[in-house]
């Protein structure tokens, strides 16, 4: 997909990329840098965005093995304006399917001076399945529980299907060259972060370590979780909206994901490393 005039390359289905790019497509018929980050109707429109994609998901994702996933149809701009009529109109934006548990995910972001450049996201998923390899002692995750619990869903359980994720391995380009690599754990959050995280860099001209710092939000369909040193500023106002709002634990929670990103401007490479999972990162 496309963003501003950057190029959007994310993972396929049953992948979340197609998510992050939808987010995104609605997000860009408004102009955030003008309304500016964190206002409250920054977040209403940013968490409407999330909420429409989600029904989307909801409705859609799932093994294009064993699906039609209309990927051109969700990554379309003419998606996206359909989405934005309703939000600008205040229509209720409704999801169906079960939610989405916390995972044991790890990213790994990486690009050198030459401009090649990969995320690698891997999940063990949870519970384990009890499946161990023989003579190696590692188990098999189970994942099962990603998929719709009833028959005559695209993503209901089937022999041999791959179940949804979350996981958005991104890379981002600009004139043809990749100019951000990013990727996190955290499940169904890994996506939204992902989307706010470039949302930040492109309409903020955020730095990464800011980029993946700045407080976030995030909606599937029901409450708006809004993280915690963002809650008092916005609160009043987006539950005047109509939304229902759960403040999060802590100012820098790992609920929302931990994103870590790489930039590439001008021949230097700079990272952020989100303090959500501890800061760990590390440039060479």
């Known amino acids: 997909g496309t963003y501003r005039g950057y190029i959007i390359s994310s993972n396929p289905p049953p992948g979340s990329g197609a998510q992050i790019i939808e987010i995104l497509n609605i997000l860009e018929g408004y102009n955030l840098a003008r309304l500016g980050f964190g206002t409250p109707e920054y977040w209403h429109l940013v968490v409407q965005a999330q909420r429409a994609s989600f029904a ?3 409705r859609y994702l799932a093994d294009p093995d064993f699906a039609d996933v ?22 209720a934006i409704r999801v169906g399917g079960p939610a989405q548990p916390r995972e044991g995910t790890t990213t790994v972001s990486a690009m050198d001076e030459a401009g090649n450049a990969i995320n690698i996201t891997h999940t063990l998923g949870t519970p384990c399945s009890g499946v161990v390899v023989p003579g190696l002692g590692f188990p098999f995750n189970n994942s099962m529980h990603h998929f719709h619990p009833r028959p005559g869903h695209p993503n209901s359980i089937a022999p041999g299907k791959a179940r949804t ?4 391995p991104t890379i981002v380009y600009k004139d043809a060259k990749p100019r951000l690599v990013l990727g996190a754990p955290g499940a169904t959050k890994i996506l939204t972060a992902i989307a706010q995280t470039i949302v930040n ?25 809004v993280e915690a040193r963002a809650y008092p ?21 790992r609920f929302f994901a931990t994103v870590h990103m790489i930039k590439s401007e001008d021949g230097k490479l700079t990272f952020g490393a989100d303090p959500r999972g501890g800061g760990g990162g590390a440039l060479w």
């Open 233 to 253: 500023s916005v609160a009043g106002e987006l539950a005047a909206r109509g939304h229902r709002l759960v403040r999060s634990e802590t100012s820098f929670d």
């Open 165 to 168: 994720t979350g996981m958005s």
């Open 56 to 58: 989307d998901r909801s």
């Open 70 to 91: 209309p990927v051109d149809v969700l990554t379309s701009k003419d998606r996206a304006a359909y989405w934005r009529a309703r939000i600008d109109a205040g229509e």
């Open 201 to 225: 860099v492109i309409d903020h001209g955020m730095t990464p370590t800011e980029a993946v710092s700045a407080p976030r939000v995030y909606c599937e369909g029901g409450a708006a979780y």
